[in-house]
């Protein structure tokens, strides 16, 4: 079994800045992709940023200039670091990450937190 618990949500001001962490624990033998969607109410889930083991990094055109993703492989966590929030930005955000098992290190299975809900006012 493997958890994903996220911390680091919040109230913020537009033009704020708020850090989200994911750590990843259980029965894990390693983790490729991870990352974060978010999820707004009455829309639909949109992925934010994603990152490989090797650190290779996609975002989504609405964050490019001002959310960082990055992670800590030792650790198995990921951060999401926002800078000039905008109340736009403002949504459940879910951590995910696709796990390789100790039972089975061939199957890559995708995980999900609970959600942080970040909040950006005007």
């Known amino acids: 079994q493997v958890q994903l618990v996220e911390s680091g949500g919040g109230l913020v001001q537009a033009g704020g800045s708020l850090r989200l962490s994911c750590a990843a624990s259980?029965?894990?033998?390693?983790?490729?992709?991870m990352g974060w969607y978010r999820q707004a109410p009455g829309k639909q889930r949109e992925l934010v940023a994603g990152i490989t083991s090797g650190g290779s990094t996609n975002y989504a055109d609405s964050v490019k200039g001002r959310f960082t993703i990055s992670r800590d492989n030792a650790k198995n966590t990921v951060y999401l670091q926002m800078n000039s929030l905008k109340p736009e930005d403002t949504a459940q955000y879910y951590c995910y990450a696709q796990v390789y098992g100790l039972r089975d290190p061939t199957n890559g299975i995708h995980y999900w937190g609970k959600g942080t809900l970040v909040t950006v006012s005007s």
């Open positions: 259980g029965s894990i033998f390693s983790i490729n992709t």
